[in-house]
């Protein structure tokens, strides 16, 4: 009996397909979006499981939901999140530091139906106008390759509104004051604050800043046939029970099954890319049931995130430099966000296991190219949530073990219900030598190389971080922590933000891909996610993932038009 | 500290009271000469008082001051009180139970309960004290009966049982135990099923209050694993075996568990469970440090997990830290599509309006201290 987590959705039937999709996560949701409304008969392939009942039911109340507001499930037992037992990756700083320094979860982040935004809390910031320039702007940054994006916020600000109302955005416009301009207001007016980040935001605004509502995908009111969310407070790294989310599974995958030109077949890993001189001619799958298969379509588009899309341009090219590399940047500029997490602890509980993680903003340390007053950081997520269990696993890896202290601690909850946290989301600078390629020795349990990440910090995010650590502490203090600080880094990249690696730009010897995403070497093969991306900005990518990838498959139907595509 | 009983057995509990002021093995008038006008707040959960006229076949077997852990220092906050009830007959299933009470004086009482604290009855059994489960391995285990029982001591090492009960009592046994065999059912016990437990109701459609229909508990019904993951958590409760060549050397959390019980038996003179906590806790600080921090990981995992997962009795791990557990499909708030205005129906973006039943204790505030400093962050007072 086929199990439902891998039975193929949508229009079964179809056995020709004009577009293969690798990952049905944001970018291949987008994709798949678009070309389906133009007709185009899609293959969405997704290498995890699916855990939505009924996606492709056209009935009000579907699609029903696997996930549960369970810990266990969705923090300590791999229930979408990469298993590293199943699918490590390694780690190295540099290549001085030999093949690899670290086996295990590097960057691992949601492998299911719907992909990594499933597990976030789907927060949408638009990037600003100058984000798509710092190569000019900043010039020539040492040991870094910072570029301009080939397209500009005006071009992208309707795929941008389009994105925000596909998904199903809510948030206040004009209430951050360094946000771009806007064709019109937010979907969904700001939801319900949690208490923990009105703390914070208060204590922002008297030291002159000004924190704002998170853009966020979740619905405030009932929106497009899901209801309005109810703050259950599972939320970043759990899928939501009610698809009060916008997953791009419920939104733009659903839109791309419910046509009747889409299929979808989960738990279908791509391993190989087939080719036939400078074009691809089939992927080579590994199915559910453990076979292999090639399937075939006149154009493949890869969505698998700015990791696994440089593994498998390596696996289709084994010995070589890996497929549509003649520019040599393929994996190269890996970037994630640098994240500084600032921790308040007070003598008052935050009940912060009712709301959404975090609800409120501020953009006041994103910083101005070549400002030194006010060096590029990032948005500050405002706000936190976190569950027993993880709570208990902090103390006892770090302060008691176990016996009558731990038990004390889990009671007073000071990491946990006294908590609250900023994290600045900072912009990771461009760098050549920071790239994905495959290890040369450590495999999965198919046996297929994996990814090796080889990552360092630059100074340029090293130094913002140092410049706004006092400023984040003094939000902290002026709120009433009693306790703040920074939380130590981890050596290992845990980023869920992947970008870079299939850099997009008009000129083919410092670019891997052309401005609408197709690659300069290979006419019917493109890439429709972050991996695309010159430079990381200093914003969370789901929305711009969205815009992006829409601008792409809309390209696929009007060639240097891609505008025509947006509803 | 034990808490060995069989269903209606009037048994010795002996608890260790430690608050902030050290152990108070001492009595005092308000329970033993008059307990019926003695009032009882439950510590395991905010939402429920209870005037409960404490009499009859109710044992005190031990009592202390609150010191630290009372909103009110003092006068107000009297002291708390464990308790056994004896006075049920055998097949209730409330017999033997042991509450952590909290007593607190009619004044306090009262002023709770004018600031809203919902009063009600107390739950049936706040605090399993583990008649006979700890005793014997359930059927089918893949533990032996000694092993069983050395389990049980080890889980109340890493959360020793005080007013809320230890990790045996939260079920950390049966939690284990479910996972080393999640194998032998089909589909494994892996991955609870979901959207939603059954544990809270489906809100009204007007209105948006709690509505008497509860959803059905999908929680229960476990979901196949993908093919991937099938192999990934067959190597890891069982180990690497054939595997060992792509996955590496990997010791089987079967493995992890049996011999890590093994090596605690075999270093104590006499069966673990003769031993006193501090005897046991002492041992068990001899152990492989990689064996109790996975143990350790277990127990944590049993106590706070959704009980489907075999621990987590009666609620008593979330209700111990203050978690309400899942609230889906209720959620806290609701959203009024004829006022479009959200209504919260615990706060949500507001402070919290009950006592804090667990205040950080001055050992909480030197660890914060300490931590901060470690990390160049800033302390106020």
């Not at chain 1, 039975?7 to 291949?28: M, Q, R, Y």
């Not at chain 1, 507001?69 to 390694?90: G, N």
């Not at chain 1, 009747?260 to 559910?288: D, F, H, W, Y």
């Amino acid at each position: 009996m086929t199990s439902p987590l891998s039975a193929v959705v949508g229009n079964a039937s179809l056995s020709t397909f004009d577009v293969i999709v690798i990952g049905s996560g944001v970018g291949g949701s987008s994709v798949a979006e678009v070309l389906t409304r133009f007709g185009q008969k899609v293959l969405v392939l997704e290498a995890g499981p699916n855990y939505f009942v009924g996606l492709d039911d056209p009935t009000p109340s579907m699609p029903i939901t696997r996930f549960s507001s369970d810990e266990l499930k969705l923090d300590r037992r791999f229930f979408i999140r990469q298993d590293p037992l199943a699918e490590p990756r390694t780690f190295r700083p540099t290549e001085a530091d030999g093949d690899r320094t670290f086996v295990g979860a590097v960057n691992a982040i949601p492998k299911t139906v719907g992909g990594a935004a499933v597990h976030a809390d789907v927060k949408t910031p638009r990037f600003q106008p100058t984000d798509f320039q710092l190569g000019t702007l900043l010039g020539n940054v040492a040991d870094a390759s910072f570029a301009d994006w080939p397209v500009q916020y005006d071009e992208l600000e309707p795929f941008y509104a389009h994105a925000e109302r596909a998904i199903g955005v809510q948030g206040l416009a004009g209430s951050d004051p360094f946000a771009g301009p806007r064709s019109g207001p937010y979907p969904m007016a700001p939801g319900v604050g949690m208490y923990g980040a009105l703390v914070l935001a208060e204590g922002a605004k008297k030291l002159g800043l000004s924190p704002f509502p998170f853009p966020t995908a979740v619905t405030s009111r009932p929106y497009d046939g899901r209801p309005a969310c109810n703050d259950c407070g599972y939320c970043g790294d759990f899928g939501c029970p009610i698809n009060a989310k916008g997953s791009p599974a419920v939104t733009l995958l659903r839109k791309a099954l419910l046509s009747g030109n889409c299929q979808l077949r989960p738990e279908t890993r791509a391993i190989k890319l087939v080719m036939n001189g400078s074009s691809v001619v089939g992927v080579e799958v590994i199915a559910p049931d453990g076979t292999h298969q090639t399937l075939v379509a006149d154009r493949y588009v890869l969505a698998a995130t700015a990791i696994e899309d440089v593994r498998l341009l390596m696996l289709s090219d084994p010995g070589g430099v890996g497929v549509g590399n003649s520019s040599g940047l393929v994996g190269r500029n890996l970037m994630f966000h640098y994240g500084t997490l600032a921790l308040g602890i007070f003598d008052k509980r935050f009940h912060v296991l009712r709301g959404r993680s975090v609800t409120h903003a501020l953009t006041d340390f994103r910083g101005v190219p070549n400002d030194a007053a006010r060096p590029l950081g990032g948005i500050v997520e405002i706000g936190s949530a976190s569950g027993a269990i993880e709570e208990a696993i902090t103390y006892i890896e770090n302060t008691a073990p176990y016996g009558a202290r731990l038990k004390a601690l889990l009671r007073q909850s000071p990491f946990r219900d006294r908590v609250t946290s900023m994290l600045l989301q900072g912009e990771d600078a461009p760098q050549l030598t920071n790239r994905v390629d495959l290890d040369p020795a450590v495999v999965d349990l198919d046996g297929i190389p994996v990814a090796r990440i080889t990552h360092k910090n630059h100074a340029f995010e090293t130094s913002a971080r140092d410049f706004y650590t006092p400023k984040l502490l003094d939000i902290l203090s002026s709120a009433g922590a009693r306790y703040a600080f920074i939380a130590p880094t981890d050596d290992i990249p845990g980023a869920s933000h992947l970008i870079g690696t299939l850099r997009f730009g008009n000129n083919p010897t410092t670019s891997v891909c052309d401005t609408y995403g197709r690659f300069h070497d290979i006419g019917n093969l493109y890439a429709a996610d972050s991996s695309l991306w010159p430079t990381s900005s200093g914003y969370n990518p789901i929305l711009t993932i969205v815009t992006v990838a829409t601008r792409v498959a809309g390209n696929m139907i009007f060639p240097g038009a891609p505008s025509k595509a947006l509803p | 500290s034990t808490c060995l009983c069989e269903a209606g057995d009037s048994v010795s509990f002996e608890f260790s009271g430690v608050t902030r002021q050290g152990t108070h093995p001492i009595s005092f008038g308000g329970v033993s000469a008059n307990p019926r006008e003695v009032y009882v707040l439950n510590p395991f959960s905010s939402l429920l008082l209870a005037p409960w006229r404490l009499g009859g076949p109710l044992r005190v077997r031990s009592v202390g001051l609150l010191g630290a852990s009372g909103a009110d220092e003092g006068e107000e906050l009297v002291g708390w009180a464990s308790v056994v009830h004896t006075g049920y007959p055998k097949s209730d299933r409330r017999a033997g139970v042991v509450y952590g009470l909290r007593v607190i004086s009619r004044r306090v009482f009262l002023r709770l309960a004018a600031a809203g604290v919902a009063a009600s009855a107390l739950p049936e059994a706040a605090c399993s004290s583990t008649p006979a489960s700890v005793v014997k391995a359930p059927p089918g285990s893949f533990f032996d009966d000694a092993e069983w029982r050395a389990l049980n001591v080890l889980a109340d090492v890493v959360l020793p049982p005080d007013d809320a009960p230890g990790g045996a009592a939260l079920g950390a046994a049966t939690y284990i135990d479910t996972l080393l065999r999640a194998f032998d059912f089909d589909p494994p016990l892996i991955h609870a099923g979901g959207p939603f437990s059954g544990r809270a109701p489906f809100a009204n459609a007007i209105g948006g209050a709690a509505s008497s229909n509860f959803p059905k508990n999908e929680f229960a019904k476990f979901l196949p694993l993908s093919r991937v993951a099938d192999r990934a958590w067959r190597i890891r409760i069982f180990g690497s075996g054939l595997n060992e060549a792509i996955a590496g050397k990997v010791v089987g959390l079967r493995d992890q568990v049996k011999n890590g019980i093994t090596a605690a038996m075999a270093a104590s003179p006499t069966p673990l469970e003769t031993l006193d906590l501090p005897t046991a806790t002492a041992l068990f600080s001899t152990l492989d440090p990689t064996f109790t921090k996975a143990f350790a990981e277990l127990v944590a995992e049993s106590a706070f997990a959704a009980p489907e997962y075999g621990g987590n009795g009666e609620l008593a791990g979330w209700h111990m830290v203050h978690v309400d557990g899942d609230a889906q499909p209720l959620g806290y708030s609701i959203y009024d599509e004829a006022a479009q205005a959200y209504v919260e129906r615990l706060p949500v973006s507001t402070a919290d309006t009950g006592p804090d039943l667990d205040p950080m204790d001055d050992d909480t505030h030197a660890q914060l201290a300490l931590y901060t400093h470690l990390l160049n962050g800033r302390v106020s007072s």
